[in-house]
């Protein structure tokens, strides 16, 4: 007997901007409105492993499978969200 179910995929961010955010401020424990999506991540305060947490989350929330070393190109989130 076959079955046509898939795996289970994410749908695709519908505002990929406002997903990095959110993931973000759930890392930093921060309101998504005070995080300023064209400073850097350093600036933000994202430490490394913070980054990796942060990559994982916008990863399982967006379907996507982006590395963390990706920051390191991607400097802001507005930049990562462009990226994703």
């Given at each position: ?7 289970f ?34 600036f ?41």
């Amino acid at each position: 007997m076959s079955s046509d179910l898939q795996p289970f995929a994410p749908a695709p961010a519908a505002d990929p901007l406002a997903e990095v955010v959110a993931v973000l401020a759930g890392v930093l424990m921060l309101d998504p409105g005070k995080i300023d999506p064209r400073r850097s991540f350093r600036f933000l305060g994202l430490g490394s492993l913070q980054a990796v947490e942060f990559v994982a989350g916008v990863n399982a929330r967006c379907g996507t499978r982006v590395k963390a070393p990706a920051l390191f190109d991607h400097e802001s989130p507005a930049a990562f969200a462009r990226h994703i």
